[in-house]
């Protein structure tokens, strides 16, 4: 199985929303749509889906164009929507039903996926009377509910708390774990990280970036250096050619060409007497990248 | 198929259980009740003799008969108007009845004086128009004057045969050969009216629906599950069903209470009240045009509630559809009130797709209506039905998924249709 979107565009007048977006992906997994807000990633994802026609481009599910009878895809938009007047376990059993499940079917996955999301005891409630993060869960059930192949999410992250955001995390493991394809679009770089294997970084409708997460940030090399003392080690960090980039609570950020100067720059430290209780040479995170590309591009 | 099912299901089960609609059956039932109650409620007052309803005198008017000639001419006149309590007054009386006059419409006064030429003339004080002797002012003057070419005669010493057969009332009968009826005639009408509140009430629904979808961004969800002329078809579907067992069942409800509480003899202004312009056929045809007519007004509703973003904008997004109701209402209105003595604005209404759903129940009640004539008007309505809905789904194809600055009729249809 296999998703190909190729040189994806729209225009909304003399605005380009997207602008030649085009990736691959072969294997089950998360792949990431990452950008800020108005970057295009909503705009991608309707036209990936077939409900917005493109200007140009095309997308394909086992080289076949994507619509509703073609795949059985689950969509979660950014932008919550779910009846507010009708009670949870009702709506969710609709929305199955309009995927062509039985009404048995459609009953029983939904109360699969209440279980599994810990709604059970909202099922026979309003949906209004529920929190954001609770429709957000009634929201995710109803995406998930016809056992979809190919499942896209909007920020799915956007306004759950730290439990909830951890019960998601779960759930798109297991859904990894099932083989599931999952496109992702989010700002939380954090989250992409996590699951993400390949990544397209979207900026004002154009594609800055985009390839395998560990081979775009390997190709940055081990470029950041924390370390934390009780010593001030700014005037060895000066002598060893190291830059500040910034002052945390948990120690001081220096940037560094690789591990050569990084070594020489441990090796003056303890030979002055300062050691480090932390020591951390790694590669920019992705949302060091995210910003220095955005920026780039202003 | 499955498809438009469930959301027909869908929006039926939820249009049923709203708490307006509930509201709205209830008020509805509840005013049928108490509107057909009313005869046995007045019955209960008037110890059981509809003719004291009849008879009850609900406005005074004085008469004063200053030249002595026309003296007795109250009798007459209250035999004429029976719910009117006529008294004799004199000249003396003349300043504080018309004082009175002025404070109470009901009251009137009858002043018989000599005129220029010495013969009787009449003048009637009311406070306006619509006062029963100014009504009448017609009746009153004519038997008056019967009464006093009697007195004249007499004078001249003719007998009272030769008076009572110069003063004959000639019998006059109306025979009407069309299908024009009271009952009908008021049924018509009330059709009209209830025909229009209908489809405003049902399109209305279907437009806030649709709104509302997308206003609280379900229609993303709906939107990728199932085509948006599925959706349209499914919600016009839900709620016109839904509307018609509401229409259906108050029809009933009417028809029980109608049954059980009308007392069979009743009259209203001396006409007998009778459902037989209601035949089997007629039922029908009134219910297929009101299918036809809520379908093409809730397709274009739909289209209203899909362009716009947020619920208060629903009303402006409304007007051109209203206003082609509102007119083609009040075409069908004024057409039935002039009975069916116009032919061409009859035929105008019926051919005309947008006013025929109205027009054609009153038709349908009260004339010979050519079988090719309803297949005509039904035909047009289907037709106009099929291209409105053609256009209305490409409009709402394009329209569900855009939000932001409203788009404009001309945008939407040039809008390419998604997939």
Redesign the interface.
């Known amino acids: 199985m296999s998703l190909v979107v190729k040189d994806l565009t729209k225009r909304f007048g003399e605005k380009t929303a997207v602008d030649h977006l085009g990736f691959e992906m072969t294997a089950p997994g998360v792949f990431g749509l990452i950008g800020t807000n108005g970057a295009g990633k909503t705009t991608t994802i309707?036209m990936i889906?077939?409900?917005?026609?493109p200007d140009a481009g095309s997308s394909e599910w086992n080289g076949r164009?994507i619509?509703?009878d073609s795949l059985s895809?689950g969509?979660m938009?950014e932008?919550?929507?779910?009846?507010?007047?009708?009670n949870v376990l009702e709506q969710l059993v609709?929305?199955g039903?309009?995927?062509?499940m039985s009404k048995a079917d459609a009953l029983a996955s939904a109360m699969k996926w209440t279980d599994r999301l810990g709604v059970a005891e909202y099922r026979y409630m309003k949906a209004d009377k529920l929190s954001k993060g609770n429709q957000q869960k009634v929201?995710l059930a109803?995406t998930l509910i016809h056992d979809p192949q190919l499942i896209i999410l909007d920020e799915p992250f956007s306004g759950l708390d730290p439990v909830n955001t951890e019960l998601l995390r779960q759930v798109i493991g297991e859904l990894i774990d099932a083989k599931k394809y999952i496109v992702m679009s989010s700002h939380q770089m954090t989250t992409v990280e996590e699951y993400c294997e390949n990544i397209i970084l979207m900026h004002r409708g154009k594609t800055v970036l985009d390839g395998n997460l560990r081979e775009i940030k390997a190709g940055y090399g081990h470029t950041r250096l924390l370390v934390d003392t009780a010593e001030d080690t700014s005037a060895v960090a000066k002598r060893c050619g190291l830059a500040l980039r910034e002052k945390r609570a948990d120690g001081v950020e220096y940037a560094v060409t690789g591990k050569a100067q990084a070594d020489k720059f441990l090796a003056e430290l303890t030979a002055e007497g300062i050691f480090p209780t932390h020591y951390e040479l790694r590669e920019p995170s992705l949302s060091e990248i995210f910003i220095e590309k955005t920026e780039g591009g202003e | 198929m499955?498809?438009i099912f469930?959301?027909f299901a869908?929006t039926f089960k939820?249009g049923a259980r709203?708490k307006t609609f509930i509201i709205t059956t209830v008020i509805i039932l509840a005013i049928i009740l108490v509107a057909c109650s009313v005869p046995r409620v007045l019955l209960s007052f008037t110890g059981g003799n509809i003719e004291d309803i009849v008879t009850g005198k609900f406005y005074t008017c004085y008469y004063i008969d200053e030249t002595g000639k026309l003296n007795g001419g109250e009798l007459l006149l209250a035999d004429k108007l029976t719910d009117t309590e006529f008294i004799v007054a004199t000249p003396e009386d003349k300043d504080r009845i018309i004082s009175d006059i002025a404070s109470d419409a009901k009251t009137a006064l009858i002043l018989i004086a000599n005129g220029e030429d010495g013969k009787p003339a009449i003048t009637i004080s009311a406070q306006d128009f619509l006062n029963r002797a100014a009504a009448n002012s017609g009746d009153i003057a004519s038997m008056l004057s019967k009464l006093y070419s009697t007195r004249v005669m007499e004078e001249l010493g003719i007998g009272a045969e030769i008076i009572a057969d110069a003063q004959r009332q000639i019998p006059c009968t109306v025979n009407t050969e069309g299908g024009l009826t009271p009952s009908g005639y008021a049924a018509g009408i009330l059709l009209i009216t209830l025909t229009f509140f209908a489809v405003y009430y049902y399109g209305y629904g279907v437009a806030s629906s649709v709104a509302s979808?997308k206003s609280?961004?379900?229609?993303?969800?709906?939107?990728?599950?199932?085509?948006p002329s599925y959706i349209l078809i499914g919600k016009c579907l839900g709620m016109g069903i839904l509307g018609l067992c509401q229409f259906g069942g108050i029809l009933i409800f009417t028809a029980l209470c109608w049954k059980l509480l009308i007392p069979p003899d009743f009259t209203v202004m001396g006409t007998a009240l009778s459902l037989t312009s209601f035949t089997p056929r007629s039922v029908f045809l009134i219910i297929v045009f009101f299918i036809l007519g809520y379908t093409l007004y809730a397709m274009m509703n739909a289209v209203c509630g899909a362009t716009i973003d947020k619920l208060d904008e629903l009303n402006a997004a409304m007007m051109p559809v209203m206003l082609i109701s509102m007119g083609s209402f009040y075409l069908s209105y004024f057409t039935a009130m002039m009975g069916t003595t116009y032919d061409y604005l009859v035929n105008l209404s019926m051919y005309i797709p947008f006013s025929a759903p109205f027009i054609m129940p009153f038709v349908l009640l009260n004339g010979e209506v050519a079988g090719w004539q309803i297949l005509l008007s039904a035909g047009i309505l289907v037709v106009t039905i099929v291209i409105v809905a053609a256009i209305s789904i490409r409009i709402y194809n394009a329209s569900v998924?855009h939000y932001g600055k409203r788009l404009k009729l001309t945008e939407a249809i040039k809008k390419?249709k998604?997939?």
């Open positions: 309707r889906l077939g409900i917005m026609r164009a619509n509703r895809f969509y938009p932008e919550r929507g779910i009846y507010g007047k009708v609709y929305f039903m309009l995927r062509k929201q109803a | 499955k498809q469930s959301v869908f939820n709203q979808e609280s961004r379900v229609m993303e969800t709906l939107i990728v599950s199932a085509k998924m390419r998604s997939k």
